[in-house]
Structures are given as C-alpha cells and as structure tokens.
C-alpha cells in the first residue's frame, strides 16, 4: 500500500512541476536605484532565481498603461507607492483589479515627512501624502518594512504584510574588508535629508577632546549636486541655480563631526574647502575622513571604513516609521553600532549596557532625554573597552544574518504571493 501512496505523490509531484503554470509577476519599480533596488528590483529577482518553476517575474520602468492586454499576462503587479500619474493612479489599480490581477502596493516611508525635512512643502503644496493613501486604499494588499508602520497603515488598508528589507550577503559591496588602524573609526552614513537627526550629534565631537588622538571620524556620502531655488523679493520670480559646495548640507554634517573643523589640520582644511574629490595624503593621520557618494550598488562598501557606526535620529512619526536597514547593513558588516532608541532600532536592538556595566546586548542605544551626553558617553566607553567593539559587532551580526537574508524573506514572499493564487 505504502508503494502505491508514494507511487502516487511521485506522479501527482511531475505533474505539479510539467503542468501547473507558472504565477506572472510584474514589477513597476519606482526608479534606477535606491529604494527601487532594495523594495522592487532585487528582491523580485532573487524570487525568480531561487523559484524559477514557480514564478516568472518580468520587471518594467516604463509600463503600457492604458494597454489592457499588457496587464492580462499577469496575476500579480507589484509597484511601490504609485505608478503612471498618481493623480489617475488610484482609478487604474480599481480597473485592474476588476480584471482579476492582485494589485500590490510596496510604501517604505511614511507619506508625510515632518517640517523640518527638505521636500516636506513640495509634498504638501501637491497633496502628494493624500494621493498616496488614495492608492494605498484601493490596493490589494501592501507590503512595508516594519510591524510599526504597518499598524499605520492598517487605519486606511487592513491587508497589510510586513517583508523588511534584507541583504544579500554574496553581493560585492557587502565582503569589504576593514583594514586595521591604530584609531577607533566612528561612521555615520546616509543621505541630504538628515541634518535635524545629525544635530543629535552637536557638541558630541568636542566632549571626546580628551582622548580625539584615538578617534577618527567618517562621513559618508558627501555630495554637493544640486540647486538653489532664489526669489525675487521685488516681483517674486523664482530662480534656480546650481548650489555652491558650502552651501550644501553636507558641509554642516562636517562641521559636526569636525567640531567646526577644530580637529583637523590646517592643511587638511584647505584641502576640505576646495571640495575637490581627490585623495589627500596621510588621510589616515587626519581626525577626519570624508568620504564621497557611491552608487547604490557599492555605497555599502563604506562600512569597511570605520569600526562603530552610528545611527542618529529624531522621535517623529516619520522616522518611528522608517526600517531598520541601518541596523541590517550594520550587522551584516559586523559593526558595533550606537543608536537612538526610537522606532525602528527597537525591533531587534537590545541595549548592551546597565549602571555603567556591558551586558549581553547587541548594541548601545541613546535615549532621547540623553542625546545630549550618551553619544559620546558610549563612544568611550567602547574605546576604553575595545573589546567590545568586536563583540557588538558579532553579536549585532548574529541578530541579522539569518532574519534579513535576502534567501529568508524572499521564501516569505513566494509563500505569500502563491496564498494570493487560488
């Protein structure tokens, strides 16, 4: 009898693999790079890579939108934020769903950014935040990165599924090297939207005075692309015009990490002013490194520049609503880190410290009533005790390795969409 039950998975197994067909999944990533990259384009290829019996992916910049022909070959369409014009978008996504496709909308950012941020009145003057709720609401389902942002938007689509985002550890930029160094090297990276978190930092650099001939200090990503919008106070006319580099913001992060520059030499000031991206000599001597904008694919090569990474951000909806890939990228990289416990770093970081003691934490994590003294506090105590250095960092390490593997969520996936096929 046993024969024939196994005789019998056997056939209906060849069948399952030969004849059952394939689930279509189209992807409308929302750029080239960034968020495109690690909501859409990666995680839908290594779906296709690791499931290629099962699913078949096709991803596309530049959708036939008003071709419904183009859309009937797919069951599934995955598109973050919006797609086409999101003024008509909420009206499209009903359309194709009445065709019977599953509309899957991917949000990895909270709709309205607070005042301070730099787009915040470009988004409220085109109501940018409503036109995407609108979406969120007709669509199928929604995908985001936390429990926290995904209660959030339960308020306005309950069928809300929480995939993170998620490394793939066999990609180059994250197999960097650090080399040693006499220093302890403190980074921080990101982007030009963060300097009210980095002001979290203010004073930090000048409390570390006593023992700076043991620091170094890293900012990554230094960019001075862009512009500047001036207006005509007399008739109002708005010009544009490309922004000088000391203009930029990035010149503020150094004048953070470099306590206005008091930390490093003369020359090497001079060197700074002339924002040239070239290689200054005996850079390892300085105080302070800069370090220029990468591309998406190898900006996490960065982490192999310094020792401690820092993950500085301030307590409102916006940043409570962000990810936690700060926290991944680092332990990937096998970084101690110094965080705020705000948020998102509360997911998975558990403070390694009490009444001035390490204890079995994976992290060191700055109150907010403390921004004001801790960041450097746990600086030293890390650089007193440089052990634990390492320690954070393997343990931060063993945290992430197997949660936030691309190979892990991207199975929660597959199992998720083939749910969606009935």
Known sequence: MGFFVDYFFILAYIFYKNYMPKINVLVLPSDTSGVGKFRSVDPHVKLQNLYPEEFHVDIDYTPKIMDMNYWKKYQIVHFHRSFGNIDHCPQIVQTLKNLGIIMVADIDDYWLPTKEHPIHQLIVENKMHKKIVDVLKVASYVITTTELFANEIRKFNKNVIVLPNAIDPEEPQFNQPTLPSDKVRIGWLGGSSHLHDLKLLDGMVNKLGQIQ??????????????????????????????????????????????????????????????????????????????????????????????????SPIKNHIFNRMK???????????????????????????????????????????????????????????????????????ERLYETVKDKYHLNTVTKTRAEFYKSLIK
């Open 213 to 310: 001939d043991k620091l170094q200090f890293y900012v990554c990503g230094f960019d001075i692309r862009g512009t500047v919008t001036e207006i005509n106070k007399d008739n109002g006319q708005q010009t544009q015009r490309p922004i000088k580099p000391e203009e930029t913001v990035w010149r503020r992060y150094e004048e953070i990490f470099t306590n206005n520059y008091k930390i490093v030499t003369p020359e090497y000031k001079i060197f700074l002013d002339k924002f040239k991206e070239e290689d200054y000599p005996n850079v390892n001597k300085e105080n302070y490194v800069r370090v220029w904008t990468r591309p998406v694919d190898s900006y996490a090569r960065n982490y192999s520049n310094f020792d401690i990474s820092l």
């Open 323 to 393: 990810s936690q890939l700060k926290v991944i990228e680092a332990g990937f990289y096998k970084k101690a880190l110094i965080a705020s416990n705000v948020g998102p770093y509360t997911i998975d970081l558990k403070h390694a410290m009490k009444n001035g003691e390490f204890t079995d934490g994976n992290a060191l994590l700055v109150d907010e009533v403390k921004n004001h003294s801790d960041w450097a506090k746990n600086i030293k105590k890390l650089v007193d005790n440089p052990n634990m250095i390492t320690d954070l960092g």
